[in-house]
């Protein structure tokens, strides 16, 4: 938190903000029977999806001659440039975390039940981040298959 600036600090702002919000919207006199509902193909078809998703279509880009940058806490997710779109997805990944780690504390607390979905809401946040790393990843290996390093890297 150090080395966060002004957009930084901004974003974990509106991060709280959106989690409280999502917590105002959860109803606990109502009928939770659907919310119990575990439902843990729908939670690894999201895990699947997501963190195959990003690459594949970072990769569809790339052939096209788009350039991806590691994504930076510090910048505005909300962006119109294509090389730095990771940055919105990343915002979108720790929102999702955080609403939806608070939303299954808050629910496993106060109703004693297990919420899934927002559980599917966490682990979709998790294989977002997964997703940029292994676009990161794929994309940073050379024609010849080896990874681009400080000592291999092409100088332009």
């Known amino acids: 938190m150090k080395n966060w600036n002004k957009i930084g600090k901004i974003k974990s702002l509106v991060i709280m903000i959106l989690c409280v919000l999502s917590l105002s919207l959860l109803s606990f006199n109502g009928e939770t029977e659907s919310k119990n509902d575990f439902h ?12 195959l998703f990003l690459p594949l279509i970072s990769k569809f880009w790339s052939l096209f001659g788009f350039k991806f940058e590691k994504p930076n806490w510090n910048e505005n997710p909300i962006t119109f440039k294509f090389s730095k779109s990771f940055n919105f997805f990343q915002f979108i990944a720790f929102w999702w975390i955080s609403s939806g780690l608070v939303n299954v504390i808050v629910v496993g607390v106060f109703n004693q039940t297990f919420d899934g979905e927002s559980t599917n809401l966490f682990v979709g946040g998790i294989s977002i981040l997964i997703g940029i790393k292994l676009s990161l990843k794929w994309l940073n290996k050379s024609e010849n298959g080896k990874e681009k390093t400080v000592a291999n890297k092409e100088l332009r």
Do not use: D, N, R
């Open 40 to 51: 843990i193909v729908t939670i690894i078809l999201t895990f699947l999806f997501f963190a």
